[in-house]
């Protein structure tokens, strides 16, 4: 059975950051590949900075089509809204029963994992693979014992989305964060600038 890592996020935009992690897992764990599953715009949240779910799925597409291990996917845009893990899981289990998906996160989102909703079902069914971020105190969770939580050992990356388009709308050359293809992209269809 084919094993797939599910990497959620906004990606907006995506960077090198999110592939060094990405290419990480997949090369470094059983995982047989990775796909990059794009969140949908919450329509609840306004929030003006985030781009159409049509362009962060292009974005990841063109970021990840030299990894043959690596996918865009564009799941959740087909599912009602608001999204939940659980329900995604569930729905993504049903339409590939020859794949066994399990969950890639942060550690900073394992310790408030235990709020998600129906965290239990998910644990039940689905492993988790787990990489280091930076935190300010010692990550000591009821969770980390668990056997079907893996830690992977990962490159620590301090570059965040956030970062590029401040600097973007600065001015600044951003270019080494991002891949040529989704600098392009952003570059062509003037994003982030205002």
Known sequence: MNKVGLYFGTFNPIHVGHLIIANHMVENSDLDEIW????????????????????????????????????????EFKLPQP???????????????????????????????????????????????VYPRVSEELLETSLDQHPKIHKVEAPIIQISSTMIRKGIKEGKNIQPMLTKEVWNYIDEMNFYRK
């Not at 919450?42 to 043959?68: C, D, I, M, Q, W």
């Not at 794949?99 to 039940?124: A, P, Q, R, V, Y």
Request: overall charge positive; hydrophobic content about 30%; some cysteine.
């Open 83 to 129: 999204n939940y893990t659980a329900h995604t899981l569930a729905h993504i289990s049903d339409q590939f029963k020859n794949k066994e998906f399990c969950l890639i996160m942060g550690e900073d989102n394992l310790k408030s994992f235990h709020k998600w909703k129906n965290f239990e079902t998910i644990l039940e069914h689905h492993q988790l693979y």
């Open 36 to 75: 990059m599953v794009v969140t949908p715009h919450n329509p609840f949240k306004n929030k003006s900075s985030l781009l159409g779910n049509h362009h962060r799925y292009e974005l990841v597409y063109k970021a990840t089509e030299k990894y043959p291990k690596i996918k865009a996917s564009d799941i």
